[in-house]
Nanobody, 125 residues
Framework: QVQLVESGGGLVQAGGSLRLSCAAS????????MAWFRQAPGKEREFVAT????????YYADSMKGRFTISRDNAENTVYLQMNSLKPEDTAVYYC??????????????????WGQGTQVTVSS
């Protein structure tokens, strides 16, 4: 059972950047598809991006394309989310998620079995 711990959140001005990290406890990290989701106050958790086991394929929600980049380092058991050109509407708790059975990009929360505790990102205008 993998444990996920996010870090890197914080307060940033609009137009700024943040890099989130998600460290996994599992030694077989490379066998998990990884994803980032976010949840703003009063809203449902929404898909941000996902990356294949090898890191060779990525997929993004339309509103994040061109601004966010998901990557992973399987040697370090870590997945990253580089966020640029941040907007106030990007304010949310960001969660990393993992699953071993998913073999293609999936954007629904119920497909991912393991979740981190989340890290808060606040973008001021």
């Amino acid at each position: 059972q993998v444990q996920l711990v996010e870090s890197g959140g914080g307060l940033v001005q609009a137009g700024g950047s943040l890099r989130l990290s998600c460290a996994a406890s599992e030694g077989t990290f490379s066998s998990y598809r990884m994803a980032w989701f976010r949840q703003a106050p009063g809203k449902e958790r929404e898909f941000v991006a996902t990356i294949s086991r090898s890191g060779g394929t990525t997929y993004y929600a339309d509103s994040m394309k061109g601004r966010f980049t998901i990557s992973r380092d399987n040697a370090e058991n870590t997945v990253y989310l580089q966020m640029n050109s941040l907007k106030p509407e990007d304010t949310a708790v960001y969660y990393c998620a993992a699953d071993r059975k998913i073999t293609r990009p999936v954007m629904t929360t119920d497909a991912y079995h393991y979740w981190g505790q989340g890290t808060q990102v606040t973008v001021s205008s």
